[in-house]
């Protein structure tokens, strides 16, 4: 197994509408990964991003900035160092409040029984 350096800060963003710009940082192109995807995601100043309900596992870290996360109908004020994990079928918004917010989005699949 070789080591792989990525340098995230060079990584091509995407537009993504009203969900803040993304950046695949973990995928099998970059580096092989077949059972997980990451990305990093950058929102501006009121936007948000809602993880579409899944059969996954979802992981959300929040890495820089402070926002409000809506779960299950109750908003919880966040900052740095901050998370979410989201099993399978759930979701949940994060919104950046103020200034933006960068986010680590970690996909992994149900393991099979």
């Given at each position: 197994?070789?080591?792989?350096?990525?340098?995230?800060?060079?990584?091509?963003?995407?537009?993504?509408?009203g969900?803040g710009?993304?950046?695949?940082?973990?995928t099998?192109?970059?580096?092989?990964?077949?059972?997980?995807?990451?990305?990093?995601r950058?929102?501006?100043?009121?936007?948000s991003f809602?993880p579409?309900?899944?059969?996954?596992?979802?992981?959300?870290?929040?890495?820089?900035?402070?926002?409000?996360?809506?779960?299950?109908?109750?908003?919880?004020?966040v900052?740095?160092?901050?998370?979410i994990?989201?099993?399978?079928?759930?979701?949940?918004?994060?919104?950046?409040?103020g200034?933006?917010?960068?986010?680590?989005?970690?996909?992994?699949?149900?393991?099979?029984?």
């Amino acid at each position: 197994m070789t080591l792989t350096f990525i340098d995230t800060n060079t990584l091509p963003r995407k537009k993504s509408t009203g969900q803040g710009e993304v950046a695949e940082v973990l995928t099998e192109a970059l580096c092989g990964a077949r059972n997980v995807q990451g990305s990093l995601r950058f929102l501006k100043s009121a936007e948000s991003f809602a993880p579409a309900a899944s059969d996954n596992h979802q992981l959300i870290y929040l890495m820089d900035g402070k926002g409000t996360i809506r779960l299950n109908g109750t908003d919880y004020a966040v900052e740095k160092g901050a998370g979410i994990y989201l099993g399978p079928s759930e979701t949940a918004s994060i919104r950046a409040n103020g200034a933006s917010l960068k986010l680590f989005h970690l996909v992994v699949p149900r393991i099979p029984k």
